[in-house]
RNA sequence: GCGGAUAUGGCGAAAUUGGUAGACGUGCCAGACUUAGGAUCUGGUGCCGCAAGGCGUGUGGGUUCGAGUCCCUCUAUCCGCACCA
């Protein structure tokens, strides 16, 4: 082989692992485990981009280097292949998902395999295939027939919670979930209970169950949204707007793990972040729950106490001891004692004269909220609206009668969809008092400034505070908790921001839900049953009376005879499990063989983004957990260690035109920065040389800056920034970048281009109308910014790729991506080549023994780069080599006993490169991937000499050499018998010498 | 507002964890060779200075013989959450 081929023996190494099954993972071996594993991918139209493969290159590195250290490594990969896009796909076009999806996939397999990935595609998995998502419904089952004990702190079967209703009714249960949803009854009333009564009694018990949620409803995708699909009230796809609706929906009961999941992030090896994240989103709050009665007499005018039997508003607060500063409750408007006290009050208290009006303004304000989408919710969150309801509940501390008022800031999903109102502790409490003229209590002495806000502080002693005036905060609220429990007004409450998980999605392709229907009840189908196969449809959109694409299914009715649920499951339940099956891919009896789950365990590696941090993330470690309980899996956490690649982001070129109205609207009268760049210049720019081009931009950017500085000065209100992102009022146009070139930029006269912009550079043309910006994002086909990584395997070769993208950076940081600096390690693959074939000719390597440098050179390469390794620093190892091949270049070494440990060490880098120079070196049989890694020896780093710099008052001024062997004090010695001191020494003598033996000398003065 | 992270040459970044700041790579400058190319090779390149030397890791302070690294202050940028009671 003469010279360097990538795209021959990349080719040819690629066809030979596949055909020789070289990285197939055997379920059971005398080797030590490591299970590296890549979040797979959805396979989306648009291929792969240079974004993508980071993650991938490292966890292969990773992979390829545990088995030259002897691991039985598993490294799968398969695909997220039920999604969105080949839905919409199929609604344009009709053409069937599974079409499209199974094209999309050989695309991703093919540009996979080019990069030389060593996955074990043997066990590839598409969690579209039926035989993979008969196993997901299998979960599903299991949650659907399971409920959680919290007396035992897990889930356990539904047969379990019967046995107790039989003999001892719903008496003694403690079950995670509402209480309020479920049904008291005695064992004798359950043994009555009608089948459908029974299944009804234990419904709401259940891990998956069906409810009337309020959900977050896209009409643009005609579907139901989870909350970490949601942003902004948009949607996370598609960006349509999202609104609030109750409906039907299956649910798992997420919430009942919200403990555990809390407490197994402490012993994750995961990135802070993504913990926090997860911590942020299940979002615990220690507090305590109080019960406001409410009083409400027919006699009454004024809502005295009387004798009736009170109704309660409990409200949940995380500072009970702000509680005799409660002035007035607020009610959630979807709060249903909102409208239901509201219409007894007025019904009741007709003396009142206001109470008509009062009336009809709490039923519009709860009605305009409901309608209010969750978008215009957010949007508003600053303006303060509610409404009284006409009622008032019995502040139980201060025994005194406070209004009850209806706004949407409390919102109905958290805590109890109440809170009494502190507004001498709380700002939207103080500026809703202050709004609506409610009174505001000072309740401690630290207090300050209530005339103008609330001040939440903690410190000082109650005051106004009947039995707590005077303790601190810590003393205040043990009493408080301790009155809420002797009286029953209340107790210590845990409340959790996580809800439960919304689970059913009106969409075609999805895992159809394993449940029917008989009389309206719903019913698990039996697990023998199971796959439950998605049936083909004519078109792929909801029904004309509003059902989900499923209900065009023809003669689709279980057993021949009860319908079947009509939503499908959402993208995160075959993401939930995946990595459990590639432990046992072809299973049929089982979704993972008890052996193979105990033998592969935890998951050792997992690389993924970190836009998955709540959602998958979540998600999985709550389906592992139920799992757990159940006894299927042995671990306690599926995922030991996470690292999240960085994004490599894009380049995009827009186009952005003003508007020239903005200003006028908001009665601001400025004139827009303007540059004019003459036609000369332009011309000018397009001969001139790269250095003469920034010459010339520098030029037109101080210009830019200096009209925008004079903008800024005049009209201080705007604001106005340099950065085109942060233009808001001149809305974005984006183009994509070859309309840009052919057609709008010679309009544009003149663009400003440089790489190491990270916002957008305006430059305005001769009449003003369009700006030109740069802005570095994400990739993405929608901004017309992918590079492609076939291009540059085909320019470079796939190894070339794999060293580079290792070679840009840490591997956790974003980073722009920029192919300025892939020569570098194309040049790096032709000097390493060279070292073996010195004339460009055959293999010219010689048996001749190392010297003590060239082994010098090897054994620090073999360090550096195992602690790399080890250590995740990749770009670093890059470097390693380089400085290697180099010193070797140098050293003129081609010798064997240096050369052939090297390409073991550069073989998870460079597969491709390595297994070919390995063959070269006589290795016929096999593969370098079954090789040792070289094994360090510390002996050789060992040098004679050492050279110490030696410093002054810290100042380096000199170098000394010194045996290596030579101890502190002799080193001492020596530089003060030099003439150091006399050169250095400013006439003073040494006060002090620190040696740091192996490092440096510093003389003190 | 709350939480997390980051800040080092023109650019991507190193720094043995408190010990010669800027390795490696790009870019740039000069040169060699050339069939003139975005090839290859050699040397130089943090900033100021002719030099000696001085200054340099976002800002200001501190600890230390010695600080990019440890402590405090401030600033900027990025990410996540957000009327969460």
């Known amino acids: 082989m003469p010279a360097y081929r990538p795209e021959e023996i990349e080719k040819k190494w690629q066809a030979h692992w596949k055909e020789h099954s070289t990285f197939r993972a055997q379920n059971n071996s005398e080797k030590p485990k490591y299970y590296v594993l890549d979040m797979f991918p959805y396979p989306s139209g648009a291929g792969l981009h240079v974004g993508h493969p980071l993650g991938y290159i490292a966890s292969d590195i990773v992979s390829r280097y545990k088995r030259l250290q002897g691991f039985n490594v598993l490294h799968p990969m398969g695909f997220d292949s039920f999604g969105l896009p080949a839905e919409q796909y199929a609604i344009q076009t009709g053409q069937h998902p599974a079409l499209t999806t199974e094209k999309n996939i050989d695309t991703y397999i093919k540009q996979l395999s080019s990069l030389g990935f060593s996955y074990d595609?043997?066990?590839?998995?598409?969690?579209?295939?039926a035989s993979y998502y008969k196993w997901t419904q299998w979960i599903f089952l299991k949650l659907f027939n399971s409920w959680y004990n919290l007396d035992t702190n897990r889930a356990e079967p539904l047969t379990a919670l019967t046995a107790h209703f039989a003999e001892r009714g719903s008496e003694g249960i403690n079950a995670a979930g509402d209480a309020d949803e479920r049904q008291v009854f005695t064992a004798g009333q359950w043994q009555l209970?009608?089948?459908?009564?029974?299944?009804?009694?234990?419904?709401?018990y259940r891990l998956a169950y069906q409810q009337d949620t309020y959900v977050n409803w896209c009409a643009g995708l005609g579907t139901v949204l989870s909350n970490d699909e949601v942003k902004d009230g948009l949607s996370e796809r598609g960006g349509f707007p999202v609104e609030r609706r109750l409906m039907p929906q299956w649910n798992l009961r997420i919430t009942a793990y919200a403990d555990r999941l809390l407490q197994g992030l402490d012993n994750l090896d995961w990135p802070d972040a993504v913990k926090e994240m997860q911590r942020n989103w299940i979002g615990r709050s220690v507090g305590a729950s109080v019960r406001f009665p409410v009083f409400l007499d027919e006699e009454s005018a004024s809502f005295v106490v009387r004798h009736q039997q009170p109704e309660h508003i409990e409200v949940f607060t995380t500072r009970v001891d702000t509680i005799y500063g409660a002035t007035f409750l607020v009610l959630a408007p979807e709060h249903p004692l909102t409208l239901q006290l509201g219409q007894r009050a007025y019904e009741i208290n007709t003396a009142n004269p206001e109470g008509e009006t009062t009336w009809r303004n709490l039923q519009s304000y709860v009605e305009q909220a409901k309608n209010r989408s969750e978008r215009d919710r957010q949007a508003d969150a600053k303006t303060i609206t509610g409404a009284f309801t006409g009622f008032y509940a019995r502040n139980p501390f201060t025994e005194k009668d406070i209004p009850v008022w209806t706004a949407d800031y409390v919102l109905a999903g958290y805590g109890t969809g109440a809170v009494m109102a502190v507004p001498s502790g709380d700002q939207r409490d103080w500026l809703f008092a202050t709004h609506f003229g409610l009174p505001i209590v000072q309740i401690s002495d630290a207090q300050k400034d209530l005339d103008k806000q609330a001040d939440p502080t903690k410190e000082g002693h109650y005051v106004n505070s009947g039995d707590i005036n005077g303790l601190t905060y810590k003393e205040a609220t043990e009493q408080l908790l301790g009155t809420l429990d002797a009286t029953g007004t209340g107790e210590a409450k845990v409340t959790y921001r996580l809800r439960d998980a919304?689970?059913?999605?009106?969409?075609?392709?999805?895992?159809?839900?394993?449940?029917?229907?008989?009389?309206?009840?719903?019913?698990?189908?039996?697990?023998?049953?199971?796959?439950?196969?998605?049936?083909?449809?004519?078109?792929?959109?909801?029904?004309?009376?509003?059902?989900?694409?499923?209900?065009r299914a023809q003669n689709w009715l279980y057993r021949g005879q009860y319908p079947y649920e009509l939503s499908t499951m959402p993208g995160w339940a075959g993401s939930s499990w995946y990595y459990l099956r590639y432990m046992d891919p072809t299973n049929e009896a089982r979704f993972v063989s008890e052996e193979a789950e105990k033998y592969w365990g935890t998951v050792d590696l997992y690389m993924g983004g970190a836009e998955h941090a709540t959602g998958h993330l979540l998600y999985a470690r709550f389906w592992y957990l139920f799992l757990k309980d159940l006894?299927?899996?042995?671990?306690?956490?599926?995922?030991?260690?996470?690292?999240?690649?960085?994004?490599?982001?894009g380049r995009s070129n827009f186009v952005y035109r003003l508007d020239f109205t903005w200003h006028k609207t908001h009665g601001v009268d400025f004139t827009f920065p303007q540059v004019f760049i003459s036609h000369d210049l332009v011309l000018q720019y397009k001969s001139a040389s790269k250095q003469e081009k920034t010459?010339?931009?520098d030029f037109v950017f101080s210009q830019f800056n200096k009209a925008v500085d004079e903008i800024n000065l005049a009209n201080p209100e705007i604001g106005i920034a340099i950065s085109a992102v942060k233009f808001d009022p001149f809305h974005p146009w984006h183009v994509d970048v070859n309309i840009v070139e052919n057609d709008i930029l010679d309009q544009i006269a003149f663009r400003k281009w440089r790489d190491d912009l990270s916002d957008a550079i305006l430059i305005l043309n001769k009449e003003g109308n369009y700006i030109c910006g740069v802005e570095i994002e994400k990739m993405s086909k929608s901004?017309?910014?992918?590079?492609?990584?076939?291009?540059?395997?085909?320019?470079?070769?796939a190894d070339a790729l794999r060293l580079y993208e290792m070679f840009l950076g840490p591997l956790e940081q974003y980073k722009p991506w920029n192919t300025n600096g892939i020569s570098g390690v194309g040049g790096f693959i032709k000097k390493f080549w060279r070292l073996f074939h010195p004339e460009d000719g055959a293999l010219a390597v010689t048996d001749e023994p190392a010297t003590p440098a060239e082994l010098k050179a090897l054994h620090r390469a073999i360090q550096k780069v195992q602690e790399d390794i080890?250590?995740?620093?990749?770009?670093?190892?890059?470097?390693?080599?380089?400085?290697?091949?180099?010193?070797?270049?140098?050293?003129?070494?081609?010798?064997?006993?240096?050369?052939?440990?090297?390409?073991?060490?550069?073989?998870?880098?460079?597969?491709?490169?390595?297994?070919?120079l390995w063959l070269e070196l006589g290795h016929e049989a096999g593969s370098i991937s079954s090789a040792r890694y070289p094994e360090f020896r510390e002996e050789y780093l060992v040098e004679a000499n050492v050279v110490y710099p030696i410093a002054i008052n810290g100042k380096v001024r000199e170098q000394m050499q010194f045996a290596a062997a030579a101890t502190g004090t002799e080193i001492e010695t020596a530089v003060l018998a030099s003439d150091f001191l006399a050169r250095f020494g400013e006439g003073k003598s040494a006060k002090k010498v620190i040696v740091v033996p192996g490092r440096m000398v510093n003389v003190v003065v």
């Open 783 to 797: 901004k017309y910014n992918v590079v492609n990584p076939d291009v540059l395997i085909g320019k470079y070769g």
């Open 695 to 697: 010459v010339i931009e």
């Open 502 to 551: 919304i689970f059913g999605r009106q969409r075609y392709w999805g895992e159809p839900i394993p449940i029917y229907y008989k009389d309206g009840t719903a019913y698990g189908i039996a697990e023998s049953d199971l796959p439950l196969v998605l049936p083909e449809i004519d078109e792929y959109k909801p029904t004309e009376t509003g059902e989900p694409p499923l209900g």
């Open 193 to 204: 209970f009608t089948e459908q009564q029974k299944l009804a009694a234990v419904h709401p």
């Open 631 to 649: 006894g299927f899996v042995s671990a306690t956490e599926p995922f030991q260690k996470l690292i999240n690649q960085g994004m490599i982001l």
């Open 121 to 129: 595609w043997e066990r590839e998995i598409r969690t579209s295939d």
């Open 870 to 916: 080890e250590k995740f620093s990749f770009n670093t190892s890059v470097s390693m080599f380089m400085i290697t091949v180099n010193e070797l270049t140098a050293l003129n070494c081609h010798k064997r006993a240096i050369l052939e440990p090297l390409v073991i060490l550069l073989s998870p880098y460079a597969p491709h490169l390595a297994e070919e």
